[in-house]
């Protein structure tokens, strides 16, 4: 095939993704092609069994803002009952990831998974981690897909903090039960793109058994 894509030319795309901060309010990628991508990508992400539990919303624009500033409102009670220090650390970061363009959140739909551990009786103790398996995987995908178009882009979990994952819920407007898994903010980069991190040597981290 004349569009066939090589390992290194794949390699080379997974590696030139990186965690970017801070990012602008504009975007390289439209809004339609940042949602074009994300379809694509539910297309063929790959799940265990094919049960595909990974729903997407993807926010832009004024709403980008008006998510963060719900972030804060939210998480500043327990945030602050850690300590007042770490409350000026973290609303620092939600104002740093409110200027972004615009938010693709990660979501997963619980009843997939019961759906699955129903059928499958025999893994169903395993559903719950293969769930967090595709959620991984179409993160990674996007994130990549989006960088090779041009925009930097950072992920976050605020699933962590149950008052901001509901409020979320609602301001996306997905059924109560949906677990937010990761939100990934995007923008124009404002500064050079990140070099690859150091990393273990790999006689630390691969085993090849012959």
């Not at 759906?115 to 990549?144: C, D, N, P, R, Y």
């Not at 979320?168 to 677990?179: A, I, M």
Request: net charge negative; hydrophobic share 40%.
């Amino acid at each position: 095939m004349s569009d066939r894509v090589s390992a290194t030319q794949w390699l080379a795309a997974a590696k030139h993704r990186r965690s970017v901060y801070p990012l602008k309010n504009t975007s390289a990628v439209s809004d339609d092609r940042a949602a074009e991508i994300i379809k694509e990508v539910l297309s063929f992400s790959p799940s265990s069994y094919n049960t595909q539990p990974v729903r997407i919303s993807l926010v832009v624009g004024d709403k980008q803002k008006e998510l963060w500033d719900l972030v804060a409102k939210e998480a500043e009670p327990v945030l602050k009952g850690a300590g007042e220090e770490v409350w000026k650390l973290m609303s620092g970061h939600f104002q740093l990831f409110g200027a972004a363009h615009g938010s693709v959140l990660f979501w997963e739909r619980p009843q997939t998974i019961k759906e699955a551990q129903e059928t499958h009786k025999s893994a169903a103790h395993m559903f719950a981690q293969f769930g967090e398996h595709a959620s991984g995987m179409a993160q990674i995908l996007v994130w990549t897909a989006f960088e090779l178009e041009g925009v930097g882009a950072n992920l976050q979990h605020m699933g962590a903090f149950p008052t901001v994952e509901a409020a979320l819920r609602t301001f996306c407007g997905v059924p109560n039960d949906y677990s937010l898994k990761a939100n990934m903010n995007y923008g124009d980069e404002i500064h050079p793109h990140p070099e690859v991190p150091s990393k273990l040597p790999s006689s630390e981290t691969l085993n090849i058994v012959r």
